[in-house]
């Protein structure tokens, strides 16, 4: 699913109404821009996010700068293969 936005002069956007509602974003709430590969993604942030982390109860001994590797791959794979397929 996309939605096109226009940009004001002061850089702002509206998030639209349908991505609003379903990912519970309200006035005040914050989101998050990541630059992934030449890719803009913008994700809801949690109010609260490490009650969010611990509820996840994730057991992995690995070091947290390798996760982050592993997000940051998955992340730019999964942005490839949408560029892909809209490009269809």
């Known amino acids: ?26 006035e005040g709430d914050k989101v998050l821009y990541i630059d992934v590969g030449g890719y803009m993604v913008v994700l809801p942030m949690s109010k609260d996010p490490l009650k969010e982390l611990q509820s996840l109860r994730i057991r992995d001994e690995r070091p947290i700068a390798e996760i982050r590797k592993e997000i940051y791959r998955s992340a730019l794979k999964e942005s490839e293969e949408r560029r892909k397929r809209a490009a269809r």
Not at 15 to 23: M, N
């Open 1 to 26: 699913m996309a939605f096109e936005v226009k940009v004001t002069r002061q850089g702002q956007t509206t998030i639209p109404k349908e991505l609003r509602d379903r990912y519970r974003i309200k």
